[in-house]
């Protein structure tokens, strides 16, 4: 269809809109401050090929901002492949259980168990693979960064940022690169690419999909970007096409909940950069401005 048919599409009305945002914002606090969430992040600790001694002393290989001074051994084999073995008395369990040792099955390979993850105390930590690269990642929910949480600015809710875009589908889907904040490049295959009108103009937007039929994720920046947004990238999902509309073929973009990346609240999350594609000519006044508590 063309685009003008997606604007035909019924809207929900202005207080409708509203009241949408206004819960969803209240959700994504929810999440955001989980004892689990982004906020509890106090490390990232790149792993070494071997043995990587991990506790809070300052002798050990990787040096954790919690826990007992030697918490054990991480170790790092050549195909990959990584392995914890505690050390004595240092009180540490893998997935709940009083163990001493276990493979560590990276946040990459886990499926929807999640990745192994060892306790030590109120902290934690879990293996991840970035683009081969293996890590440790540590959270606390002592974490300065949840304990001391600012809060969140956002511009005005504005249902006039709430766009029904036209879906314009790719057959074969593309390939787009996307850079990391560790300086990695992922390549993700876009379905498709969103196209609307605002001021007059026409613009498009390019997602991926971070799990087989889950929601179109967008990494976008706009004329907001390093200003009154966060400058590397904000995040926005939007529903399959068609989902919850009157016609097929439309996307709905409500900017009012594009929100900042993890790396907007703390230096250990690996966040991707808005793609030349999706940085947006225009000043998109809506959704999350910056952590006034950035790092």
Same mark, same amino acid.
């Given at each position: 269809?063309? %685009?003008t048919d997606a604007s035909a599409t019924v809207q929900p009305s202005d207080q409708a809109v509203v009241k949408q945002v206004e819960q969803w914002r209240v959700d994504r606090i929810k999440r955001l401050t989980a004892p689990d969430g982004w906020l509890s992040l106090i490390g990232l600790e790149w792993l070494h090929q071997g043995a990587n001694r991990v506790g809070a002393a300052a002798d050990n290989d990787i040096v954790l901002k919690a826990g007992p001074d030697h918490l054990g051994t991480v170790t790092l084999a050549a195909d990959g492949a990584v392995h914890f073995t505690a050390a004595t008395g240092s009180g540490a369990s893998? &997935?709940? /259980?009083p163990v001493s040792d276990a493979a560590l099955v990276d946040d990459m390979h886990a499926g929807k168990a999640g990745p192994t993850t060892v306790h030590f105390g109120t902290a934690s930590f879990y293996a991840i693979d970035r683009d081969g690269r293996k890590g440790l990642r540590v /959270? &606390?929910?002592? %974490?300065? =960064?949840? *304990?001391?949480f600012q809060g969140i600015d956002y511009f005005p809710i504005d249902p006039s940022w709430r766009i029904v875009a036209e879906w314009v589908p790719f057959q074969p889907v593309? =390939? *787009?690169?996307i850079g990391t904040e560790i300086g990695t490049i992922d390549k993700v295959q876009v379905p498709g690419k969103a196209v609307f009108h605002r001021d007059g103009k026409t613009f498009e937007l390019l997602p991926y999909q971070e799990e087989p039929g889950g929601e179109l994720f967008f990494v976008i920046a706009d004329r907001t970007s390093g200003k009154e947004t966060y400058g590397a990238a904000r995040f926005l999902y939007a529903a399959l096409p068609g989902g919850g509309l009157t016609r097929p073929g439309s996307v709905v973009l409500d900017f009012n909940r594009a929100y900042n990346p993890p790396c907007a609240f703390t230096p250990y999350a690996t966040c991707p950069l808005a793609p030349p594609e999706n940085r947006l000519g225009i000043a998109v006044t809506a959704g999350e401005k910056k952590y006034a508590g950035g790092h």
């Open positions: 269809m063309h %685009a893998i &997935d709940g /259980k /959270k &606390d929910p002592q %974490a300065e =960064t949840r *304990l001391h593309h =390939t *787009l690169e």
